[in-house]
């Protein structure tokens, strides 16, 4: 198939493959940021065809699972409203709540549909006027600016009923926090998509002021060994620099229309990550100027009390510290059918994809 | 076409009264006529030689009704006569009821129940009973169809259903690509705005297994690689068995739409559900003469060998990925795409 087998041609990848091995000599740490890399990494079988000295962590970049608990909980309590349809992308919906979650709201009477984009939820607002329609809003800069084109969209033509409900976040303030904390990592496979709307000089920080290599990586096997490669290399060099691999999509500059829109709708302020707790300056608050699409000004709802995880380490597993099966809960207690933790919930998620692809074969 | 546009299903045509016996007589027996049908009596009198029967049921909710290569009652006929051919039985008899919403067109419901008579009379199958309800609006959407069915088991296919020897070494076949079944009925949901230009593979299987069966030796067993698609087919037969299984991404066909539709989506076309394919497990030194006849049949001509069976591994599926690496196949969790059949 065009376009896709070119990115998976088992020749290529096995030249990278020695080329990494002729070149890695030291003992290194690389996280890939993002939920999609995660999934590829197991998805082609590719872990073990590293050499053992290429440890791959998995990072925060699943946006599911670093939604907080308590935004489920609002999401819960918003879907028990009169005359509401949440709309919402599929994986958010099975997420567990404190007591409930928004599939379970659903069976017992709620209006939930699952959309593909912002659009959809637009188009459903206008096809029921007299109903609340509330889109739930979440992602990093990669979904962000459909958000914000969706908010601008409804405040021109006066979609009255239509509200985003925002738990948007931007990546350069986890980053951060996981550069400057206990675990060593020597270099990020930087999330691909997120950098076609910002660009790559977000990350130009890590490598200056933490020494850390960086490499903007596409979503194919190509993709993720050539980047694989290229953080090798500096490495080895000692070298600490922003590259971008994934060229047919990454300026270093990435999209500013999108960035322009979503500075306009967005505002950012400190907001919960799950596992993280609050990180300063790392959410998107939809402006004054369009506070009406607002769900949380627009809505008072009682939030039923979050109660905390038990047993649930997806925090230590986001920051790289620990992996999926170091949770005792994994397997028996928390799987995909019954999942105990977000981190198992969304097809991103590094307890998914390590139940799903992980076992030694 | 007995019904215009405008006629509608109305309560009472479900009430066991004139209506009801009206639709019968037009309808169904029209389109379903046969001897034991037209009796008309409250259970149909079947008469079998054989010892064994194999006997199965299935129901069909798919939203559209009508898809590309197909509908609801092409599928209900389908799904049902091929759960019993890969028993290795021979399809007799079918039963079919239908619940159907109040409103719902009856041109359309003649449409449907004219594709039911069609695959029943390719398969030489007779539908000898049924049962039609009818509920107020919004009480189901439009219509759900149940087959029920029996065939004669031969005795010398007993065992097949059972796969109890199955061993190293073993070919797995499939008789074409994987995935064409949900995607075009995903295609031909409006909300998806998807335009594929695929059909469903919906297809009665029992002329091409049972010519597999009754001219080579060495199938040791055979599934519909229905709901859950390959992977779960595979999943079940080797979950607490002694053996492994492991199939090659580059053998499996899957046509490019279906591929591009996965990647967007981000479906796995392992995990699609088939209407018209068949997942053979042979031994492997009758995988070739298998193959050659199954290739001679019009739905088997893309038939292929896909991967074996492995002692390495006892109780996991896994796969050996297009870049040469390996990856556990799990069973699905959740639904990938809900009323897909
Ligand atoms: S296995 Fe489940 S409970 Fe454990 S960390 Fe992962 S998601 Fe949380």
């Not at chain 1, 939920?35 to 599911?64: E, Q, R, Y």
């Not at chain 1, 996981?178 to 998509?193: N, S, V, W």
């Not at chain 1, 290599?213 to 596409?218: D, K, L, M, T």
């Not at chain 1, 981190?343 to 994809?353: I, L, R, T």
Request: one cysteine or more; hydrophobic letters at 40%.
């Amino acid at each position: 198939m065009k376009y896709i087998d070119e990115y998976r041609s088992p020749e290529l990848v096995n030249c990278l493959l020695s080329l990494i091995k002729q070149t890695s000599t030291k003992e290194i740490n690389l996280m890939e940021v993002c939920g999609g890399h995660t999934m590829a990494i197991h998805k082609f079988g590719i872990v073990d065809m590293l050499p053992k000295n290429i440890h791959l962590l998995s990072g925060p970049g699943c946006p599911v699972c670093v939604t907080d608990k308590k935004y489920i909980d609002q999401c819960i309590a918003y879907s028990r409203m009169q005359n509401t349809i949440i709309t919402t992308y599929g994986d958010l919906i099975r997420v567990p709540g404190s007591s409930s979650s928004l599939e379970k709201e659903g069976a017992k009477g709620a209006d939930i549909r699952m959309v593909y984009s912002t659009t959809d939820a637009l188009e459903i607002a206008k096809a029921n006027p007299q109903k609340k329609v509330i889109f739930l809003g979440i992602g990093f800069e990669t979904t962000a600016p459909g958000s914000a084109v969706c908010i601008q969209q409804a405040f021109q033509e006066n979609i009255s009923n239509f509200y985003l409900f925002s738990a948007h976040k931007i990546m350069p303030p986890a980053l951060k926090l996981l550069a400057d904390g206990e675990i060593r990592i020597d270099g990020f496979i930087c999330p691909g998509h997120v950098s076609t709307i910002t660009g790559s000089k977000i990350y130009e920080t890590l490598a200056d002021e933490n020494s850390i290599s960086c490499v903007v990586c596409g979503f194919e096997p190509l993709d993720i060994l050539q980047s694989i490669y290229m953080l090798v290399k500096q490495i080895e060099k000692n070298e600490t620099r922003v590259e971008i691999q994934y060229t047919r999509a990454v300026q270093p500059e990435g999209n500013i229309l999108a960035q322009k829109i979503l500075m306009d709708v967005f505002e950012v302020r400190d907001d919960w990550w799950r596992g993280f707790g609050i990180i300063p300056s790392s959410g998107l608050k939809i402006r004054d100027k369009y506070k009406q699409i607002d769900a949380e000004t627009e809505f008072d709802v009682d939030v039923e009390e979050t109660i905390l995880d038990i047993g649930c380490i997806c925090g230590e597993i986001l920051k790289g510290l620990k992996s999926p099966n170091e949770c005792l809960l994994f397997g028996e207690a928390c799987n995909p059918s019954n999942p105990a933790g977000a981190c198992m919930v969304s097809n991103e998620g590094s307890c998914h994809a390590f139940y799903k692809y992980g076992k030694n074969i | 076409m007995i019904y215009s546009e405008d006629d509608r299903v109305l309560l009472g045509h479900g009430s066991g009264g004139i209506l009801t016996s009206d639709l019968i007589s037009q309808l169904f027996l029209h389109y379903f006529k046969n001897d034991i049908l037209e009796e008309l009596s409250d259970s149909a009198f079947l008469q079998m030689k054989s010892k064994k029967i194999s006997f199965t049921t299935d129901s069909f909710v798919v939203d559209p009704l009508f898809f590309p290569g197909g509908d609801i009652g092409k599928l209900a006929v389908c799904g049902t006569i091929n759960d019993l051919a890969v028993s290795g039985a021979k399809p007799m008899f079918l039963s079919c009821g239908f619940i159907i919403e109040e409103g719902f067109s009856l041109s359309q419901l003649e449409k449907i129940v004219r594709s039911m008579a069609e695959e029943a009379e390719k398969a030489q199958v007779k539908i000898v009973t049924g049962d039609t309800k009818v509920v107020a609006k919004g009480q189901c959407d439009k219509l759900f169809i149940n087959t029920s069915g029996i065939g004669k088991l031969p005795a010398k296919y007993i065992g097949l259903s059972k796969a109890e020897y199955i061993c190293k070494g073993d070919k797995i076949i499939i008789n074409g690509s994987l995935g064409d079944h949900s995607i075009s009925v995903l295609s031909a949901r409006n909300s998806l705005k998807i335009q594929a230009n695929l059909v469903s593979d919906c297809a009665i299987l029992n002329e091409l297994i049972y010519q597999v069966l009754d001219n080579s030796r060495g199938v040791k067993f055979m599934r519909d690689a229905t709901r859950g698609g390959l992977a779960t087919v595979l999943y079940e037969l080797a979950e607490n068995k002694k053996y492994g299984i492991a199939i090659d991404e580059n053998s499996i066909p899957v046509k490019d739409t279906v591929r591009g539709v996965c990647e967007l989506l981000g479906f796995d076309p392992l995990y699609l559900a088939n209407e018209g394919k068949v997942v053979m497990i042979v031994a492997e030194e009758s995988a070739n003469e298998i193959l050659k006849i199954m290739k001679r049949h019009p739905l088997g001509k893309e038939s292929c060998i896909i991967g074996e069976v492995s002692e390495t591994n006892p109780g996991l599926v896994w796969l050996n990925t297009q870049i040469g690496g390996k990856r556990m196949v799990d069973k699905l969790s959740g639904e990938q795409l809900p009323r897909i059949c």
